[in-house]
Each structure stands twice: as C-alpha cells, then as structure tokens.
C-alpha cells in the first residue's frame, strides 16, 4: 500500500516528464503545492492522465486497482475538472481529459478560489524551481502581442502579432474571467498600483467553453473583449497571449500582479524567455527626457541617460506600452531581424518545448 508521500510523489514524477515539468526540490515545497490541489485519490487517477487528452476508457484501463470503479473514476476527473487541476474538452460528444501543466493551466484554473495557504507555496515553488522550468528552454508559452495604440501603417504586422486579428480569428466562444494575479495580491492587502480592471484575462475556444462550464468566467462579444482590451491599453498593461497561431487566452498584465512579470522584472535578459517580434526605438533627437516612458516601462527596460531616454534592448519585450504616452512622438516599434512565427497549436509549442528540452540534456 502506497503511503500518501509516495502517492505525490509519484505524482510529481508524473508531471515532471511532461513539456512543462515538475522539478522536485530539496525542501520538497513541489510536494506540499500538490497536497493543496490533490486528494490522495485524485493524485492517483493524475498518474493515469497525460497532458494530451484521453477517454475515460482509456484512463480506467490504466488503473492498476479495480477498487476504483469506472463510475466512480468519472466522477472524481469531474471534481478534479471544478477544483481547477485538469482540464477537458468534448470531441464528438464524448469528454476527453488530460494533466494541465502548473502554469499556464492549474495556478490560472484557482481564479475565484485561490487561498493564502496555496499561494504562499506556489510562490515558493515558483522562485525556487518552477521559474527555472518554465522558462528554461526559451521555447515560451508566452507572447507578446504590441498593444494597438503602438502600431503605425508603415509597419506590417502579422496577424498573430495584432490584437483585432486575433480577437477576430478567435474561436467562440468568447470569456473573460478575473486575474488570478490580482486576486492574489489582493489575499495580502496589495491592490494593483496600475489598474481597477479585474477582469482582464480572455480565454476562447474550448478553454473559454471549460472556464464558462465552470461558472469561472462570462462570456462576451468580441465587441466587449476589445473594448476590455482597450481600457487595459489606456492603463498601461501589458498583452500576454499564448504563443500559438491562434491562443486559447489573453491576458492584461502589470508588472506589480503578474507571476511572470514580476519575475521577468529580475531576469537580466527578459527578451531572450517571451516571445516577441518587437523592440521599442527611441529618437534621441525627439526625447527630452521627461522620464514619462520609464514610469511606464513595467519590465524596467528604459532608463535615462544624460536626460534622454534609451532603450535597453536585452531586456525590451516589445508590448509597446511606452508609445502612446510619450509627448514627444518619441518612441516606435521596430520589427526584430528573423521574425519569429508561433507554432500553429498548443500541441506543436508542447512538442517544441520536449525537443528542446532533449536537446538541453545532451548537452
């Protein structure tokens, strides 16, 4: 009989092989984060899934104990699907499964639900080891998408670099649901500094269909989604996508909520873990160093030099933010050399990811 540390741990294995792993740590904080989304019993039936999706059938099939009957099973993967720890979608009218990855999947699945206990480990988790991760392969899930205000018509964009293209070549439906970032501020008293906006996140497709099955988030026009969108621009947030052709989410993030953000912000070279296609340019003869655009700056990549503004490249991640606040029409986006073209699904980024984490390892 398998003791409940084992059961986790074997739990933490499991996830660890996935594209987004894992990692177990010396102080075994990776173990006391799944305690607080598992049951001893779901994190059983988790060693049964994979990150792609499966049926019912086929996850019964893998059990090793009968005791467990096939009623029961669906039952609990329903469960697990409300507390936020796997995810589904339907495919011919039958329901598929599959392990979400921590982030983006389980900490963004405890909007509405997120306790201070769970918190303070995930945030231990994430620092200590989950960071490295995440991050590690410079194969991002993330991308940033320039905020509209910052484009001009000499410069061609992609659609999977514009913001209207995107909403408008989303598949329905449409959700937006609330910042699970803010909302952990907020369990210590620390409003963001940057926007009242709350609902701020987007998810489409059959993500936005498992966040609106779940009572997590409402769904919305593409009208509404852009009108968001654009309030979130006016405040100065910061547009992360997923890094696919066409994402499952957006969200509006500040550099004093976001998990990642607030991480990228001690990194020395932010450019080189987010996706991006852009870099901001600021005219030395337009700038008079007003300082406007490194209040803006939320990943700290503009200072003052002899009272003129420059940008510090490694760290630019390309959102654009800085732009539409300059009085001096200072500042543009400039297109990198070499674009960088999103995988086309989630699937092929996974894939992306597991290759060159192979490749890491044979180093």
């Not at 769970?118 to 231990?124: P, R």
């Not at 009242?196 to 988030?217: M, P, V």
Request: aromatic residues 8%.
């Amino acid at each position: 009989m398998l003791n409940y540390n084992d059961i986790y741990r074997n739990l933490q294995i499991h996830l660890d092989q996935f594209p987004v792993g894992f990692p177990a740590t010396k102080t075994d904080i990776e173990i006391k984060v799944l305690m607080h989304l598992f049951s001893e019993k779901e994190a059983l039936i988790a060693t049964k899934l994979n990150w792609s999706y499966d049926t019912l059938e086929n996850i019964y099939n893998r059990l090793e104990s009968k005791d467990i009957s096939i009623e029961s099973l669906e039952y609990s993967l329903n469960t697990m699907i409300k507390k936020g720890t796997i995810k589904y979608k339907t495919e011919n009218g039958k329901k598929l499964y599959a392990n979400l990855p921590l982030v983006v999947g389980i900490f963004e699945y405890q909007v509405n639900k997120l306790t201070k206990e769970f918190f303070q480990d995930f945030d231990e988790y994430l620092v200590s080891a989950f960071g490295a991760e995440l991050l590690g392969t410079k194969v991002s899930q993330f991308r940033t998408i320039p905020i509209q205000q910052s484009i001009i018509p000499e410069n061609f964009i992609a659609n999977y670099d514009e913001v209207k293209q995107i909403i408008q070549n989303s598949e329905e439906p449409l959700t937006v649901a609330n910042c699970v970032c803010r909302q952990s501020k907020e369990l210590y008293d620390q409003p963001c500094e940057k926007t009242s906006l709350r609902e701020t996140c987007f998810y489409f497709g059959k993500t936005g269909q498992l966040f609106l099955d779940q009572g997590w988030a409402r769904q919305v026009s593409r009208e509404e989604v852009l009108n968001i969108m654009q309030q979130a621009e006016n405040d100065g947030l910061i547009f992360q996508s997923g890094n696919t052709i066409n994402p499952e989410f957006i969200c509006c993030c500040c550099g004093c909520c976001c998990a990642i953000l607030t991480k990228l912000q001690k990194l020395p070279r932010p450019s080189r873990v987010i996706s991006s296609n852009y870099h901001a340019e600021i005219n030395p003869d337009l700038c008079v160093g007003c300082g406007t655009c490194v209040d803006r700056c939320q990943i700290n990549s503009i200072k003052l030099y002899d009272n003129l503004a420059k940008v510090i490249l490694k760290r630019c991640i390309g959102c654009g933010v800085c732009i539409p606040s300059c009085p001096e029409v200072a500042i543009q986006l400039i297109k990198k050399e070499g674009e960088m073209r999103p995988p086309s699904t989630q699937e092929d980024l996974f894939s992306q990811i597991m290759n060159k984490k192979q490749q890491l390892r044979k180093k």
